[in-house]
T-cell receptor, first 113, second 113 residues
Framework: DGGITQSPKYLFRKEGQNVTLSCEQNLNHDAMYWYRQDPGQGLRLIYYSQIVNDFQKGDIAEGYSVSREKKESFPLTVTSAQKNPTAFYLCASSGQGQGETQYFGPGTRLLVL | GDSVTQMEGPVTLSEEACLTI???????????LFWYVQYPGEGLQLLLKATKADDKGSNKGFEATYRKETTSFHLEKGSVQVSDSAVYFC????????????FGSGTKLNVKP
């Protein structure tokens, strides 16, 4: 079945530690996205990538970094510079073109120890 | 800039009641419009979409009509079930930058038996 996988489901970060969230898709989509969701709130865009080896900052990129070395993969690193990383992180992908749907993965919940 | 406004929740209904969740948008041109549903601890799932004015999206008994004149895309269902309890998000993708999605803040629906 085609879809988006995110791992791990839960992730714990210690103070001063960088952690990396995985996102993989087998939908053959060119575009991929990372969102942050805080309790009871909507989605905020962190980074997005329209093509391999290219990505753009979203609305809240500070304290995060990404790479897009393969079409299928778009990992997100939460760096120690992100002072309030506790949130639910959602990865999505879509085709290129007007009206294309963004498809979401199951999410990773990041907690700080 | 583009934005989506949806009614605040939570909305609490009895089983078999009628549902309307209001959504209005601000955008230039002709955006594409979407409704997503999120169950606890999960990612977002596409519920329905409409890509041009006067289109009606429908799925699982839910409907929404793209109204350009009122810049609205209200979600409706004639008879809700307990299993419809979830958070519903209205979203748009810009006509000129279709990779950029704008999400509403979400409306939580509670359906009681």
């Amino acid at each position: 079945d085609g879809g988006i996988t995110q791992s791990p489901k839960y992730l714990f970060r210690k103070e001063g530690q960088n952690v990396t969230l995985s996102c993989e898709q087998n939908l053959n989509h060119d575009a991929m996205y990372w969102y942050r969701q805080d309790p009871g709130q909507g989605l905020r865009l962190i980074y997005y990538s329209q093509i391999v080896n290219d990505f753009q900052k979203g609305d809240i990129a500070e304290g995060y970094s990404v790479s897009r070395e393969k079409k299928e993969s778009f990992p997100l690193t939460v760096t120690s510079a992100q002072k309030n990383p506790t949130a639910f992180y959602l990865c999505a992908s879509s085709g290129q073109g007007q009206g294309e749907t963004q498809y979401f993965g199951p999410g990773t919940r990041l907690l700080v120890l | 800039g583009d934005s989506v406004t949806q009614m605040e929740g939570p909305v609490t209904l009895s089983e078999e009641a009628c549902l309307t969740i209001n959504c209005t948008y601000t955008a230039t041109g002709y955006p594409s419009l979407f409704w997503y549903v999120q169950y606890p601890g999960e990612g977002l799932q596409l519920l329905l979409k409409a890509t041009k004015a006067d289109d009606k999206g429908s799925n699982k008994g839910f409907e929404a009509t793209y109204r350009k004149e009122t810049t609205s895309f209200h979600l409706e269902k004639g008879s809700v079930q307990v299993s419809d309890s979830a958070v519903y998000f209205c979203a748009l993708s810009d006509q000129y930058n279709f990779n950029k999605f704008y999400f509403g803040s979400g409306t939580k629906l509670n359906v009681k038996p």
